[in-house]
């Protein structure tokens, strides 16, 4: 590549046609040429053929049917790249089929070389602005070169259709050059054949052999004449050679990254484009200092793992996104992303995808039931998993079993402070530790805004630290005690300083129903800016809503009213009519609830209101605080309260980091009322340090411990008591162990673990050991526990469900789907259910015979249900646990047959949320249970059954809508609308113009319409790569074929 500027070099090759026979294409070489020259000769002739762009040709003719649309210029069979491609064919069919020793002394292919002649040499340095011609060496042909002048059409006189087909039949000619002998290919007619042995010599020109060739010229000419003939389609040389830009940039980043050099590249080792996709989709032009830092840090180049903390809205996921690009652009493998819920992961795919389309790799969900375990493996493209804390270990465990871990370069942890929260924390502990123990090369980067123990995590990680206190957006914390707004100041004495008196005409009637004056702290703020309130409950979350809207003016109603009107209709539409009554009076003033008790489709259109402005409040739990980002001007925290348990440090922090927003705001305050019981708690707990977080190992014994040694030994990762103690001792309960353990040792919680799977059927240990030494005794999975592994299930109920799996094999009733779906119907969510009897009795009575039998067949009897709703007493036992059971599968079955979560929930007098919530969680059980059934051969029955079952749960739809609802973002209601509009199937919604998506579909921002059709290209992408790897799976030659041996009679 010259430096002297930006050159685009090219030649083409144009003669008149000559009209000689078709024999001088097909004749059989002579001895003479088949013979090798003089090296002299060859090496001359290697050198010629790499400065040369276009090959010689002898004179040829070609009795051509069709319309000549070339006018006096190249024929089809005159055209170098055909020339090529028959002295390919030739010469393959030459070499002897045994000679695999070629195969080692030359890396490039074939076919890749022979088409790369007919490309174009592109050379950039600042700008595209000359254009200038190469020399050309003529080999033994009698045409003559045409230099183009600068400005010229850089593609020839090819049409664009044409160059489409020769990039396809590139990529197709690549699987060509793998099985092949490969050996570097020069010019047409300047080839130097090698000597064959007679043998071989009398078989290279066939009849069949020139049939053969003459069918892929005539193949290739039909090919080109239909192109031709085609409407030229839309080709853009702008595009293309961006596209070469973006592909040397690529190159050159990867050797940056490969040295040691300091240099960053345009965009911190990544093409331009890159920085020229965040300006575009995210309106980011330029790095804050710290990511700046961040980015540079020697650890970093290095490849050490790291953990960074910083305040929320501080910036962190974006560092993680270039940390991932480079992965998956420039080191060329995958890369896991793990979020703490299905919510954020949703998010995460819609606005990645778009980088995806745009740089070539893959974005796959991995939540709730969706994921393939083990991931597809990609051919080409690189994927990037954005996963939940459960689906991220379950895809880290599939690619230890396949020994593919190696091909992860990076995980990507965000929330890293849940590692201490209860079972999830434990399963993320999990899933570090088996990719430090099982991968050398993995690098690991975890981020959290409330960190405090870092030095532990720093020793389960191996990793380096950073830290800042920057926030872009300056955060102003405040007490408010009676009508005293205090600033929280940790210079004075006891840590605030009094800010001001609440200045609000208050009557007598809003003293009563608003005590702690949230009217007046919310209407300094909206509608102009927005507030979050956050509630100790739900319920006081909707009470709060709806007194806040009694006090407002009637100004409020007026202020972008006819949007309001929108999101109302848009509610009753994804609702099936319905509406919430406390929404119908709370959002005409802009303010609605938002909390547990809501739908995904009403959480989600409340949500895209809030964002766009539309509506200015929101009362809300604390779950709002570690879900989307959905900042405010002003946070307020109605009480130091989450339920009836006092705030924690970590949680206050999340909460008022949602104020201030970046790019809107320039100062962001937090408002947290408390009464004078409370004050002295409060002010510790503004000025205590973060809670540190411990390892949860232990503590959940089934979901924790025996399951971390379960997976060992049914990986293989570790399978003798040593090993694993070992494997125990690089875990972040390691470090911990000295504080965490006061009665027993770390030896003998892991003697007794696996001794209580050993008697629970899930552990075998091995006979043959002949040591003495209990430690180097061997362990093996039995079925059960490979199958309980597999399925993630619950240890404690692995058992359960193979009975209940066992019984319903007896007599699996498949009239209806209720018998499956109280298979599929959660366990850990029976012991909060509480029947309504009469509801119970009503719903029994409606069912048919058949399904009265799944009852009876579970071990619910009619007299026991009836008894209970007309209050007798009952003398026989029932378990408890399999009645709520059942009446959690007839919500279910209800809901399946009504697809409608209003009706069900009047029917069964639920709050909608827990029903909503009920149906995730049987489909994600749903999901479990058919791998569990995978790995047992007695119920193979039950895996077509439970495939259609999980879908029908997941998605609880008509089945028009579901091609819809695969695409992230796409729910229900949304889907309902794409179908009305004629966007009725995925290819639909990936053609689809965002343009026209914003005028036909209610209430869908530019932004929304972008994501959506970004993921369905994305998924189409996906599905396509799937099936043409199925496709070459199948034609792959297999290496384990037998040789066909000749015998020497056969031979005579």
Same mark, same amino acid.
């Given at each position: 590549m010259d430096e002297g500027g930006s050159r685009i070099r090219r030649r083409v090759s144009f003669r008149k046609r000559n009209r000689t026979s078709l024999e001088s294409i097909l004749a059989v070489p002579s001895t003479a040429e088949l013979k090798p020259g003089n090296e002299e000769e060859e090496e001359e002739v290697e050198a010629g053929s790499r400065r040369r762009k276009t090959v010689g040709l002898l004179p040829v003719e070609h009795q051509d049917s069709e319309e000549d649309m070339f006018g006096d210029y190249d024929g089809f069979t005159e055209n170098s790249f055909l020339a090529q491609v028959d002295d390919l064919e030739q010469k393959y069919m030459q070499l002897p089929e045994d000679s695999k020793h070629a195969t080692d002394l030359v890396t490039e292919d074939l076919c890749s070389e022979s088409i790369k002649n007919i490309k174009f040499n592109i050379t950039t340095v600042d700008s595209f602005t000359e254009l200038k011609t190469d020399e050309h060496i003529n080999c033994q042909s009698g045409h003559q070169d045409v230099t183009i002048q600068p400005g010229a059409d850089i593609l020839y006189d090819v049409p664009s259709s044409q160059v489409l087909f020769y990039e396809n039949l590139q990529n197709s000619s690549n699987d060509l050059g793998n099985w092949s002998t490969k050996e570097k290919e020069l010019p047409h007619n300047c080839i130097e054949q090698p000597q064959q042995s007679d043998e071989t010599s009398s078989k290279i020109r066939t009849s069949p052999d020139v049939n053969r060739r003459k069918s892929l010229k005539d193949h290739l000419k039909s090919a080109m004449t239909g192109n031709a003939k085609a409407q030229t389609p839309?080709?853009?040389?702008?595009?293309?050679?961006?596209?070469?830009?973006?592909?040397?940039?690529?190159?050159?980043?990867?050797?940056?990254?490969?040295?040691? @050099? $300091?240099?960053?590249?345009?965009?911190?080792?990544?093409?331009?484009?890159?920085?020229?996709?965040?300006?575009?989709?995210?309106?980011?032009?330029?790095?804050?200092?710290?990511?700046?830092?961040?980015?540079?840090? &020697?650890?970093?180049?290095?490849?050490?793992?790291?953990i960074y903390s910083l305040p929320t809205s501080g910036g962190k996921t974006l560092v993680a996104e270039i940390l991932m690009l480079q992965e998956l652009l420039c080191r060329r493998k995958d890369v896991l992303m793990i979020l703490p819920y299905v919510a954020i992961v949703q998010e995460k795919i819609s606005g990645l995808s778009s980088f995806g389309i745009e740089l070539g790799f893959f974005v796959e969900e991995y939540a709730g039931s969706k994921g393939r375990f083990p991931p597809i493996k990609r051919r080409e493209k690189k994927s990037l998993y954005i996963a939940t804390i459960e689906k991220g270990h379950s895809l880290v465990n599939s690619l230890i079993e396949t020994g593919r871990i190696s091909s992860l370069g990076l995980v990507v942890v965000d929330?890293?402070?849940?590692?201490?929260? $209860?079972?999830?924390?434990a399963i993320l502990e999990m899933t570090l530790a088996k990719i430090l123990y099982t991968s050398k090369t993995t690098h690991i980067i975890g981020m959290s805004a409330t960190l405090n123990n870092v030095e532990d995590l720093q020793e389960f990680l191996q990793a380096e630290y950073y830290t800042s206190q920057f926030r872009p957006v300056e955060l102003k914390e405040y007490l408010k005690i009676n009508d005293a707004i205090y600033e929280v100041d940790s210079r004075a004495e006891n840590g605030i300083t009094f800010s001001r008196l609440l200045n609000y005409k208050y009557s007598e009637t809003l003293k009563k129903m608003d005590p702690d004056h949230l009217v007046a702290l919310v209407t300094e703020v909206i509608p102009n800016y927005s507030c979050l309130v956050f509630c100790p409950t739900?319920?006081?979350?909707?009470?709060?809503?709806?007194?806040?809207? &009694?006090?407002?003016?009637?100004?409020?109603?007026?202020?972008?009213?006819?949007?309001?009107?929108?999101? !109302?209709?848009?509610?009753?539409?994804? @609702?099936?009519?319905?509406?919430?009554?406390?929404?119908?009076?709370?959002?005409?003033?802009?303010?609605?609830?938002?909390?547990?008790?809501?739908?995904?489709?009403?959480?989600?259109?409340?949500?895209?209101?809030?964002?766009?402005?539309?509506?200015?409040?929101?009362?809300?739990?604390?779950?709002?605080?570690? $879900?989307?980002?959905?900042?405010?001007?002003?946070?307020?925290?109605?009480?130091?309260?989450?339920a009836k348990e006092f705030l924690k440090r970590n949680q206050y922090k999340q909460m008022i980091g949602r104020a201030g927003r970046a790019g809107i705001d320039s100062v962001g305050e937090s408002i947290l009322i408390l009464q004078e019981k409370d004050k002295q708690q409060v002010l510790e707990l503004i000025s205590s340090p973060l809670e540190n977080c411990y390892s949860h190992?232990?503590?959940?014994?089934?979901?924790?411990?025996? %399951?971390?040694?379960?997976?060992?030994?049914?990986?293989?990762?570790a399978t003798n008591l040593g090993d694993i103690y070992n494997f125990m001792s690089g875990t972040f309960f390691g470090v911990q162990q000295k504080m965490l353990l006061k009665e027993k040792s770390l030896w003998e919680i892991t003697v007794?673990?696996?001794?209580?799977?050993?008697?629970?059927?899930?552990?075998?240990?091995?006979?043959?050991? &002949? @040591?003495?030494?209990?430690?180097?005794?061997?362990?093996?999975?039995?079925?059960?526990?490979?199958?309980?592994?597999? $399925? %993630?299930?619950?240890?404690?109920?692995?058992?359960? *469900?193979?009975?209940?799996? &066992?019984?319903?094999l007896e007599g699996l009733i498949l009239e209806s789907l209720l018998h499956l779906i109280y298979l599929t119907t959660p366990y850990d969510m029976v012991a909060h259910c509480d029947p309504d009897w009469m509801i119970y009795f009503r719903q029994f009575s409606q069912l048919s015979l058949a399904e009265q039998n799944v009852a009876a067949l579970v071990g619910v009897p009619e007299s026991f249900i009836w008894k209970k709703a007309s209050g007798q007493a009952i003398k026989k036992k029932v378990d408890k646990?399999?009645?709520?059971?059942?009446?959690?599968?007839?919500?279910?079955?209800?809901? !399946?047959?009504?697809?409608?979560?209003?009706?069900?929930?009047?029917?069964?007098?639920?709050?909608?949320?827990?029903?909503?919530?009920?149906?995730?969680?049987?489909?994600?059980?749903?999901?479990?249970?058919?791998?569990?059934?995978?790995e047992l051969e007695e119920f193979w029955v039950y895996r077509a059954l439970l495939l259609e079952l999980t879908k029908k749960l997941t998605y609880c739809v008509k089945a028009e809508l579901i091609p819809l609802m695969e695409v992230t973002g796409v729910l229900e209601g949304r889907a309902k609308q794409l179908y009305s509009a004629g966007y009725k199937s995925l290819k639909h919604l990936a053609n689809a113009n965002p343009e026209v998506l914003i005028r036909t579909i209610d209430h869908l921002s530019r932004r929304q319409a972008k994501q959506i059709v970004?993921?369905?290209?994305? *998924?189409?992408?996906?599905?396509?790569?799937? *099936?043409?790897?199925?496709?070459?799976?199948?034609?792959?030659?297999? @290496?384990?074929?037998p040789d066909i041996v000749v015998s020497p009679t056969e031979k005579a």
């Open positions: 839309m080709f853009s040389r702008t595009k293309q050679l961006k596209e070469t830009l973006l592909s040397e940039e690529i190159n050159a980043a990867k050797k940056t990254i490969e040295s040691s @050099s $300091g240099d960053l590249g345009p965009f911190y080792s990544l093409p331009s484009k890159v920085r020229d996709i965040y300006a575009r989709f995210k309106g980011i032009e330029k790095l804050y200092e710290w990511q700046h830092t961040c980015l540079t840090l &020697k650890s970093v180049q290095e490849r050490k793992n790291l929330e890293l402070h849940m590692i201490g929260e $209860g079972s999830r924390g739900k319920k006081n979350c909707e009470n709060v809503a709806e007194m806040i809207c &009694k006090f407002l003016s009637k100004e409020y109603p007026k202020h972008r009213e006819k949007e309001k009107y929108e999101v !109302l209709k848009n509610l009753k539409n994804i @609702s099936s009519g319905n509406l919430c009554p406390v929404l119908k009076r709370t959002i005409p003033f802009g303010v609605a609830y938002h909390h547990s008790g809501l739908t995904n489709d009403e959480r989600k259109l409340l949500e895209e209101a809030y964002s766009s402005g539309v509506l200015c409040l929101f009362t809300c739990t604390s779950t709002l605080a570690a $879900g989307v980002n959905l900042p405010a001007r002003r946070v307020i925290l109605r009480a130091p309260y989450v190992l232990i503590q959940e014994f089934t979901k924790g411990i025996q %399951t971390l040694f379960l997976s060992l030994i049914g990986l293989k990762i007794e673990s696996l001794r209580y799977l050993t008697e629970k059927g899930l552990l075998q240990k091995d006979t043959v050991s &002949k @040591s003495e030494e209990e430690f180097q005794h061997n362990f093996h999975i039995t079925k059960l526990g490979r199958a309980s592994f597999k $399925g %993630t299930i619950d240890l404690a109920y692995c058992d359960i *469900l193979y009975r209940d799996l &066992k019984k319903g646990d399999i009645v709520n059971r059942l009446y959690l599968s007839f919500v279910l079955y209800t809901l !399946l047959k009504e697809t409608n979560i209003w009706s069900v929930s009047e029917k069964f007098n639920m709050p909608r949320g827990y029903i909503q919530n009920l149906l995730t969680g049987a489909a994600s059980f749903s999901s479990c249970v058919l791998h569990f059934c995978e970004s993921s369905a290209k994305m *998924l189409l992408h996906e599905k396509a790569e799937a *099936l043409q790897e199925e496709v070459e799976e199948l034609l792959r030659l297999p @290496s384990d074929v």
